[in-house]
């Protein structure tokens, strides 16, 4: 075989100001994340100015300490991977912007890379991939599912329609009142309640394995506001755990028959959603019954990382893909 | 000594290349196009063109705002990024600097300014004085309207710099009458070669701390303030 292929990884789609260097796609050099989540807990939500202004203030530092971590020269890296999209589009222009720089100054090629695909090859950092791959993708931007049947090669075989996982995660904390971002929140408050409301499941048509959130978090409102109306108050761990339990329900359910329906080799998980403990632990006992192997990456690979950017780009490299300096940011993109 | 120049702080695209003392070239276009597209290809052809190599630049100067706020960070995450990998100094000037810069010879009070909507302005108020400009007024986010009333007091002509003038011209003459100097259309275009000159006598700080001139806070942090006041 040719010599091992170093990429370095760039992200900012979002609050993250993430640089990672990679081996092989494989073995993680360096994986340095900014993360500017205490900037944004005031605001209830991720403010895109305040991340880009955040980005551009981070970037050469985050570059300098992957760079120190990999102890490595710049001889021998191979290229510059950076997330064209999707995401909050001022924020990506400082990645794609400091990235191109980083490719002009150094000589390298560049690679634009789908966030989602980043996500996807995170679990590549682990483990290597068995095709067919069924991957669920659940983040507070994205609920997908994606079937691979080679390096490189998506098809997006179901996604949301209105509000992803993690959004409806964020808006049921917002009502609840607990603080951003909600998802961990509702994860740890959902342990200690019971399933006492039988909140909807927006199966769609029989053969979808599409998503869609925005019936069940208006479920939520209604019965809090009704509730309240009545003069009862309902148990927030009760609340917690049957919304849960509704949106675990559906993501578990259509994973597992599209897992069968495409008689894949392996399923993985990725997105910050991928870290809820309730959601690992249906779709470890589902698979486990059905005997086909399930990966979810570590909680520090789940959420936005430049190491998954790099390990996605170093993909795309070997196949020879190449972005030209004119690369721009991309709000919205497919996964292709 | 060769120094590369970027602006992308407004509408106006700009890179130039000076060796020495001479200016060996530049791009300047003023189109309603992506920055982010264009920038680096626009290095790289004027690099190519004038036969240099990255690793040949000495140092690199960038337009830091105020302006666009997604212009501006195009400009200053390439400059800084360029300025990092290539282990040279990176200075930052301000827009509304280099645009005063441009009014040198006038022996008054140069007022540059870009539109920031809602009738406000981006402004401030230089002259140039030892062959050198001296600020008279801070560069800040202020009421079109306000602003000229200060100057309208002041009993000396004034140069207005802006690639916006058409937007306020009628207002200028209107409050500060023939006091308003207006000049033709070329002078109120940021050249890339200004922003080198005005970096001139600027020491380049830490790479890492350079931060663009936005004069103005985001707008959920301004409500945020504003609504949590006496916390
Ligand atoms: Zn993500």
């Known amino acids: 075989m040719s010599k091992e292929v170093v990429i370095l990884g760039i992200e900012t789609s979002c609050d993250e100001t993430a640089v990672a260097i990679v081996k092989d796609g494989k073995k993680i050099l360096s994986n340095v994340v900014s993360s500017q989540i205490e900037s944004h807990k005031r605001f209830g939500g991720v403010v895109p100015e305040i991340a880009s202004r955040h980005h551009v203030e981070q970037i050469t530092y985050v570059l300098e300490e992957a760079m120190e971590q990999a102890a490595i020269s710049w001889r021998e890296i191979d290229g510059i991977a950076v997330t064209e999209g999707p995401g909050l589009v001022g924020a990506l222009l400082v990645g794609v912007n400091a990235a191109k720089a980083l490719a002009f100054s150094k000589h390298k090629p560049l690679i634009g890379v789908h966030h989602i695909a980043g996500h996807i090859y995170a679990n590549r950092l682990q483990e290597e991939f068995k095709f067919p791959l069924l991957a669920l993708i659940v983040s507070g931007g994205h609920t997908e599912l994606v079937i691979m049947k080679a390096h490189g090669e998506y098809e997006v075989i179901g996604e949301t329609r209105d509000d992803a996982a993690g959004e409806a995660y964020d808006k049921v904390a917002r009502l609840l009142h607990l603080p951003y971002p909600g998802g961990p929140e509702i994860d740890k408050l959902a342990k200690q309640g019971e399933e006492t409301i039988a909140f909807p499941r927006a199966w769609l048509e029989p053969d979808s394995y599409d998503f869609s959130f925005s019936g069940l978090k208006s479920s939520v409102t209604n019965t809090i506001h009704n509730a309240k109306q009545r003069g009862e108050s309902l148990k927030p761990e009760d609340i917690a755990a049957s919304f849960q339990a509704s949106v675990i329900d559906v993501l578990t359910t259509k994973t597992v028959r599209a897992a069968k329906e495409y008689h894949v080799k392996q399923v993985i998980v990725a997105g910050g959603v991928a870290a809820n403990k309730g959601l690992r632990s249906s779709l470890q006992q589902e698979f486990a019954n059905l005997q086909i192997p399930l990966q979810i990456p570590p909680l520090s690979l789940c959420t936005d990382n430049a190491a998954m950017i790099a390990a996605a780009g170093t993909i795309a490299f070997e196949q020879g893909r190449r972005s030209g300096l004119d690369l721009n940011a991309r709000a919205s993109m497919l996964l292709k | ?231």
């Open chain 2, 1 to 231: 000594m060769n120094i590369l120049a970027m602006d992308t702080s407004n509408q106006v695209l700009g890179v130039a290349i000076q060796q020495d003392d001479t200016i060996l070239g530049e791009i300047v276009t003023n189109l309603p196009k992506n920055h982010s597209v264009r920038l680096m290809p626009a290095i790289d052809k004027l690099m190519q063109e004038v036969n240099m190599k990255p690793e040949q630049l000495d140092k690199i100067v960038v337009a830091k705002g105020p302006g666009s706020y997604t212009g501006v960070r195009i400009g200053l995450a390439t400059a800084k990024t360029m300025a990092w990998a290539l282990n040279i100094p990176v200075i930052g000037v301000s827009s509304l600097e280099v645009l005063a810069y441009q009014g040198r010879f006038f022996n008054g009070i140069i007022c540059p300014f870009f539109d920031a909507r809602r009738g406000l302005a981006f402004a401030g108020c230089y002259r140039f004085e030892n062959n050198q400009l001296q600020i008279l007024r801070k560069e800040e986010n202020v009421a079109m309207q306000d602003l000229l009333e200060e100057l309208k007091s002041l009993e000396r002509s004034i140069l207005f710099l802006s690639p916006d003038i058409s937007i306020h011209q009628e207002q200028i003459i209107s409050i500060v009458g023939n006091r308003a100097v207006i000049p033709e259309e070329p002078v109120h275009v940021i050249r890339p070669a200004h922003v080198i000159a005005t970096a001139k006598e600027k020491q380049a700080g830490s790479t890492h701390t350079l931060r663009p001139n936005y004069l103005r806070l985001a707008e959920a942090e301004a409500k945020w303030l504003e609504s949590n006041k006496g916390c």
